[in-house]
């Protein structure tokens, strides 16, 4: 059989979300944001919420995921997307709402209103992107910096009496009795992908529900920022992060129920 | 007809009139002298009733912000504070003039510097008319002297935010927050629906009904040729709002000899002033400012144009008097009085300050 | 006995040439091309092997810009 025989429309298994528009996005080669916006799409498509979905979308390199993902979309001030996503929640508790942060934005500048939206039990789904460095500024230091890490603001490694430890926010808000539901995910394998894909399903069901807040870690990479290619940004990711950021559910309040 | 004279505080009348407008939300973190709106607003329970969210917020950040995302939603939304609130703001004040949505905002000023006094001021003037935050933008201010402007100036700010996609800002005093009047409040109006915000606002964040092509709100672009002409179209809508919004009150101008221009508590006073004059044969005029921005320069120049000399009694350390004195280019003296750190001159004492000054 | 057969498309003006689905791909199907480049200049992914491609969608998961589409047959 030739490939021309296999590529038929009635064979295609996978395919490109059409709500993930045909922009070229400006991320850089290899970078964890395409693969988790591609899931947002999906999500949303499958979920049949295109007319409901509000995203709110943060101050880093994801702030322009509102010209790849054809949602409404609210661009927050830097660390005021929970916020905003608050208030459009409550006028408008039928819609799905969710915020989509990076490190800086969700656990340094905006962690008053992160620990604040999840504690009171805001119905928005979270997506918070942890690659351990400011991206778009050009590569400095974040909360999330592994110690040791290099960064332009850390050039030789965060060191704790200096700059302070890295910050594991998402055990902390898994405490809160808001928080429905806490995961912490990644995308650098297929599996990987498969089971974000899946925790995110659960956080916009979980908003639609009006069950509380749900957040999605997903630890991931900056090859640029870590000066690796894609590969070894992952595999570095691996060997490095997983270590302070461990992978897995922190909290299921319906996992328990059931 | 609602024509129900009560006795309430500004604060008071604030809050139950915007809940009567048909206020889809409010978003705010209480602060002295303005937290009886917060307070009123869960004690009358709105969400019972007309449906309207009220929360209270981690902060002022948060609130404003909250209000942003409101806005941007075309509801009806707003917060109230008071001057340390109010400059915690404005970075939410810059984001939501150049995303150009429609909201409301309350300062009830308090003494500053700093944490300062918890005693009325007017010391936010120039941060609240000449764009306290980073950027070219304006919002629309408003300065009620009552209890019952306290409670028309909510209708009336919504309807100039919703006509030019801007926000308005009430610029109460902690005198008039504080105080209480007799007020008449306005007919409960329904909530907008959703069919009818998609209808007035076809810009806002309300999901893409009917798979209509996405809305967007952001401040952000970085083509600096779009972001030049952002910057027309917003002062274009400024300019608008200078030729058709500007609002004040002449009191006794048409001929008197000398001018007094004041605006909230202090116009207060000196209406109290004139009567002082008048009984010593002195003519003496008041202009108030109901918009500080955009500001009355025409008609106090026109005022100008026959009188000795013009005081300008703020509880500020001379800022109103600024646009006062370009708006008079000059032609006669102009005088400033003013108290500070929450302080609240006496009627004498502003007399005696208009006679020193002007007459000699 | 069924044969899973499988192909791939990949949109290679969108693609980055980030190596990724190379990477993931657990047949060795995928290559980066070696001189060509797209438009912006990067080596853009192709089946180098398609003989060897069983349609598993491991390539167009982890791939961040969405050029991947999958196709799957089972021949008899």
Known sequence: MENNDIIKAENRVYKKPALLNDAHMHYCPGCSH?????????????????????????????????????????????????????????????????????DGDFAAIGTAESIHSCNRGESIAIIFINNAIYGMTGGQMAPTTLLGQKTATCPYGRRADLNGYPLSITPLLAQLDGTRYVTRQSVHTPANVRKTKAAIKKAFLNSMEGKGTSVVEVVSTCNTGWKLTPEKANNWMVENMFAKYPLGDLKDVDAKKE | MNDKVTLMKGNEALAMAAIRYGADGYFGYPITPQSEVLEKLEEEMP?????????????????????YAGASCGKAVFTSTSSPGFSLMQEGMSYMCASEVPALVINVMRGGPGLGTIHPSQADYFQACKGGG????HPIVLAPASVQEMADFVALGWDLAFKYRCVSLILADGLVG???????????????????????????????????????????????????????????????????????????TDDCDYLMVAFGSMARIAMKVMEMAAAEGIKVGLIRPITLWPFPSKQIAEVAQHVKGILVPELAAGQMIEDVKLAVECKVPVEHFDRLGGNVPSPEEMFNALKDKLIK | ?????????????????????????????????????????????????PDKCIGCQSCALVCPDACIEVYRVVEK
């Not at chain 2, 969400?47 to 209000?67: C, D, R």
């Not at chain 2, 980073?134 to 933008?137: C, Q, S, V």
Request: with cysteine; net charge negative.
């Open chain 3, 1 to 49: 006995m069924a044969k899973i057969r499988g192909a791939v498309t990949v949109n290679t003006e969108r693609c980055k040439g980030c190596n990724l689905c190379v990477v993931a791909c657990p047949c060795d199907v995928l290559g980066l091309m070696q001189k060509e480049v797209n438009d912006r200049g990067y080596h853009f992914a192709y089946m180098a092997n």
């Open chain 2, 134 to 137: 980073h950027g070219d933008y």
């Open chain 2, 47 to 67: 969400w019972e009733t007309t449906g309207m969210v009220v929360l209270q917020a981690e902060s002022e950040v948060a609130a404003i912000n909250m209000v």
């Open chain 1, 34 to 102: 395409g693969v988790v916006h591609k899931l947002v799409a999906e999500v949303i498509e499958e979920l049949g919420l295109t007319e409901k979905a509000i995203g709110v979308s943060p101050v880093g390199c994801s702030v322009f995921a509102y010209n790849y993902i054809d949602i409404d979309w609210l661009e927050a001030a830097h660390g005021r997307a929970t916020a905003m996503a608050t208030a459009a929640k409550r006028l408008m508790p039928d819609k799905l709402v969710f915020t989509y942060q990076g």
């Open chain 2, 178 to 252: 504080q105080m209480m009047e007799k007020v008449v409040l306005p007919e409960q109006r329904p909530r907008r629906t959703e069919e009818e915000i998609r209808k007035q606002c076809p810009w806002a964040v309300m999901g893409r009904k009917d798979m209509r092509p996405k809305n967007i709100i952001t401040s952000l672009e970085l083509d600096d040729d779009k972001m030049e002409a952002n910057n027309h179209r917003f002062q274009a809508t400024y300019r608008e709002i200078e030729k058709n919004e500007v609002r004040c009150e002449h009191i006794d």
